[in-house]
């Protein structure tokens, strides 16, 4: 059985006092939400004090991005060791505004994979693709050499400790979601491509997030979708009502 994960991805927002101040009124709201993982992923300043304050709870935590070397002279750049360091669990890989405002590509979301594994965290490799490539009928061309060059060289077993988001670029912060069937239809496509890479069990086995748009009223469609295990939520996730609502499907 895949166990659903519901991760908050709150960019570059709230001050390490915001951030700690969430945490506290998120416990209770989801403590006894044993039907899925939670994970929040707050910016690198607060990632300490975040892990420190959700020790104990069924919170895990993540960063948004991470460097594929140990370490070394690369100014500005934090290390997988760093954020496991820190108190992290996780670490979201690929996300769309950094492939398009970093200059985050396919190779480098590779790399970044192993060293998350390297380093023991959990990657949140994200995938999708365009408006101007939907429209082209090009998503699953997109979203397949993602899949095929992110993923390069792994094994099964390294693939095991992955997560998948299936985020289309034009859903995110637009308020446009896809519907559920449409995400479902992508879902499969990344679920036939893992069976195609590696195996049918590694295929049945990859938990594979919706991100785009998520809110408390479109959950429960996203989740009633048999290939959605979760979400990747921005936006909702940063006030901990609507997360705990998202989280509470
Ligand atoms: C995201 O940034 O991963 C995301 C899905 O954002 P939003 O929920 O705001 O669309």
């Known amino acids: 059985m895949r166990k659903p994960v519901i991760a908050g991805n709150w960019k570059m927002f709230k001050t390490v006092e915001e951030a700690v101040a969430f945490v506290d009124a ?4 989801v403590e006894s939400s044993a039907h899925c993982e939670v994970v929040v992923a707050p910016p690198f300043p607060a990632l300490s004090s975040v892990a420190q304050r ?13 460097h594929w ?4 002279a690369f100014t500005g750049e934090v290390s997988c060791e760093m954020i496991k360091e820190a108190g992290a669990s996780h670490v979201i ?10 200059g985050e590509t396919n190779e480098t979301v590779n790399k970044k994979i192993f060293a998350a594994l390297r ?3 959990v990657p949140i490799v994200c995938v999708g693709e365009s408006l101007a490539e939907r429209e082209k009928n090009e998503t699953e061309r997109v979203v397949g050499e993602q899949m095929t060059k992110g993923l390069d060289s792994l094994t099964e077993l390294q693939l095991s400790h992955i997560i998948v988001a299936y985020e289309p670029v034009w859903a995110i912060g637009t308020g446009r979601t896809a519907t559920p069937e449409l995400a479902a239809e992508t879902h499969r496509f990344i679920r036939d491509t893992v069976a195609k890479l590696f195996s049918r069990s ?3 086995a990859i938990r594979i997030l919706y991100g785009g748009s998520v809110k408390p009223d479109n959950i429960k469609g996203l989740m009633a979708q048999p290939d959605i295990d979760g ?5 909702a996730s ?6 705990a609502a998202i989280v509470n499907f």
């Open 231 to 235: 979400a990747l939520v921005g936006g």
């Open 26 to 29: 998120l416990v209770p709201l």
């Open 238 to 243: 940063l006030k901990p009502d609507s997360f």
């Open 202 to 204: 590694s295929s049945a």
């Open 69 to 72: 070397e140990k370490e070394g």
């Open 119 to 121: 380093a023991f965290l």
């Open 93 to 102: 890989i690929g996300h769309s505004e950094r492939r398009q405002f970093f």
């Open 54 to 66: 959700v020790k104990a709870t069924n919170i895990g935590v993540s960063a948004q991005d991470c």
